[in-house]
């Protein structure tokens, strides 16, 4: 379960998977951002062209729920390997954004609105 790891576990067990297999050497910050990108879009490849009805299908289908998660997965490895390999925090990364994103999208403005903001 996820309230049973931490981020730094799934960190030590990527680099041991990968350290296993010799893989340092294909894993510079480029390989790693395009594997993350390609994921990312492998995940998207589900959703493509579907409307609220058939993604809600997709999400209530076991086994398209399982495909899914793999992908999340896939991409939760490149992100991860990523910043283990050039020692990223993704917790004082991910609070840092988030506090950036708190003043860019105050939610007295934008609730209820997805629009991107004007503010930098």
């Given amino acids: 379960m996820d309230s049973d790891v931490s981020l730094q576990q799934l960190k030590n067990q990527i ?3 990968c350290e296993e297999r010799n893989w340092d050497q294909f894993h510079n910050a480029k390989e790693l951002s395009i594997g993350a990108i390609t994921e990312a879009s492998e995940l998207l490849e589900h ?11 997709l999400m209530s289908d076991p ?5 899914i998660g793999e992908e999340l997965a896939d991409v939760l490895f490149f992100i991860l390997r990523f910043s283990q390999k050039y020692e990223f925090d993704l917790h004082e990364s991910f609070t840092n954004k988030m506090k950036k994103n708190a003043l860019k999208y105050p939610a007295e403005e934008f609730y209820g609105k997805n629009h991107k903001s004007s503010k930098r």
């Fill in 15 to 17: 680099q041991k998977f």
């Fill in 47 to 57: 959703f493509r062209f579907q409307t609220a009805e058939q993604m809600d299908a």
């Fill in 63 to 67: 086994l398209k729920r399982k495909e």
